[in-house]
């Protein structure tokens, strides 16, 4: 957690500009221009990449076809040290010519998308417009990094701090990023990591630099259960979920700083002619603001008791009652990188040169992770366009001129970064 | 169907009671009192076999397992023909004195449960009473079937008409009585089948002789779904099904005549940070009167449509609005066996005769099938007791007297309505 003194000092020191070279000069090097040159040769080449990796399935927790798939592609763009950690997490370095085992730049793209086992993810072309769950968010930035690292490679750039190339698990599922935590808490590379870069989803005029909290419940509702028809007249813990759900849907929130919930994923039942068991939901909450995060979590858990207690009142508690176990399952932290960190600074000096306009933002992204830790952290998008992401008609746009402009953003960032020799 | 006008003449025609024996008479018979004191002799047997039987899973459309192993223990108890029908249905013959392909008594236990796959089933014995889902409805029926079988056989018990011993196939679940329905209009026996009883519970003094309707539905809510955070205000089907069965669930409906429904099993769902695609729900409702059902199934029908239009007003349809797709997923014929036909007389008059008071009921059963087709038809209890039915905690006694002075009443009803020499 970065404290708020030091915090402060940060904020308060004066900015050294005028001694070090502007961030946008990296633009100008002979290096980062013959990368860009090999990005718009091998365009094809990350278009087929993306939507290789989009076609092999990467549920949460069940990312491993896809991060043996990833591994090897960063074996083959030339990465040193390439393996899978214990959590299950990708990952290879770009050697560079500072101290060994000194600071080093993180660049993560997560591997897990948010559509369960046995969603077709086939993608379909339409012109430059890639169809398919997961295809955005966040498959199109694995295969820039991919592209990145080859196109360093072959022109030769030096960096002075090391790249860590990550495909990361554990971004959208349940395990509070889990993916992030271990590399940045458990993983050899966790005090090595002096920025870190997500690379997630693709408009490149936006710089996340405030974490968005979440909290996460999953709700399992009980009751006696029985028949339908000989047992008519019991609590049935059905209703009082849907009761939760509606009054969970009547919460007014404010649209800024912007609060938002959904109630998820359900099931539950033992057949069409029992009145159940038991029955679950999953919700999410999230706001910007850490207090109308707590206000929401209160009104979300009054509503719970009253869905119970509505229920245990309507209908016959004579073979029990219907309780409600709440269970909390994700817990993201809130979290935020100083306008002042070099990385958002070199963020915006970057997205201006290359004529767009930078802008600040809020999202909940693998950055939150880093940012609770007190670790400079942004989250940038990979270039194109894109819509629709958790959906199944989910898609990206991969004409050439918006996806390698777009791209090329996030290499000057990243460059800038490490320091070109 | 019965047509009005030939139940109507069956309801005038004079009972010729004088002309014929007793149906009590036959618990005199040195065949009954000997089959009884086997079924005495053999009451452990037919309690290990009650719990064999239940530790077989047998969900619906998932009940090969226990018909194969039903198959075997038929065939063990020495009945003829014994095979497992196209629909799945365990059967075989005691062969009566009449006419080969004459009229036939049919008398089934259904093998399904409402557990589906992977529910607990081991059961677990306190003293005389045994608890395990499904052990009551409709296992410890099965059992005693076989009970009858090797009794019969041992006391060399001669009766006129073939009685066909089931164990058949989709009572609990979806498919309106596959089983049965198999049985009475495609399978073999169909045009020799002049009476069924059904054996499902235990209640030994009830005989179901009305057929209570059913109309199951399946309703998907679909919706342009997306991200929790960056599309919140999107329509979510969740709410809109939360709603609808909010709603349901304030349905009046008479005690009498005997109306009930269930919002029983739901699912769906993207991941818990997704505004979910699609979400579902099924409906079972029933009413012992067809007009009270058709008024409970507009009701139904009209809270869907409310549910979906507050969504769709509640928030914003710019991706898509959401929609319901209704499918009917049952719809079980009611039916009535009048009180002037031969086995509903038999019936009382064995139980009567027994020492208990027979009361009839109406229910949704087996029977209702061959009720719908005019077949004469009743449900009867297996003996000992029992609760909870379609719940976890599902239990029956099988203390001796009262299990075994229960399945004697079935056995009279089974001898009477064949016919013993």
Known sequence: MLLPTAAALLAAAPVQVASQPKPEAVL????????????DRDHDRMVDEIIKLTEIPAPPFKEAARAAAYRDMLIDAGLADVEIDAEGNAMGIYRGTGPVGGPAVMIAAHLDTVFPEGTPIKVRREGTRLHAPGVGDDTRSLAVLLAYARAMKESGIKVKQDIIFVGNVGEEGPGDLRGVRYLLTKGKYKDRVKTFVSMDG?????????GVGSKRYRVTFKGPGGHSFSAFGLVNPMA??????ADFYKIPVPAKPKTTYAASVTG???????????????????????????KLEQAFLAVVKKGVETENA????????????????????AGET??????VRYAHAIISALGLSP???????DANLPMSLGVPAVTIGSGGEGGRAHALDEWIDVEKTKSLHGASVGLGILLATAGVK
């Not at 693709?202 to 405030?210: F, K, L």
């Not at 009082?240 to 759900?245: E, K, L, P, V």
């Not at 039942?269 to 995060?293: A, C, H, K, Q, Y």
């Open 28 to 39: 100008k090097t002979k290096a980062y221009v013959s990368a860009v040159q090999i990005l």
């Open 202 to 210: 693709s408009d490149p005029s936006r710089i996340v630099t405030g």
């Open 240 to 245: 009082a979920m849907s009761q939760t759900i």
């Open 268 to 294: 539950g039942g033992t057949s069409v002619n029992s009145i159940p068991n038991e029955v679950f939901i999953e919700f999410d909450m999230r706001s910007e603001d850490p207090s109308e995060l707590a």
């Open 314 to 333: 309507a209908r016959s508690v004579k073979e029990g009652a219907i309780t409600a176990d709440i269970k909390p399952i994700g817990d993201r932290p």
């Open 338 to 343: 100083a306008a002042t960190q070099p990385i």
């Open 359 to 365: 802008r600040s933002a809020s999202s909940s992204t």
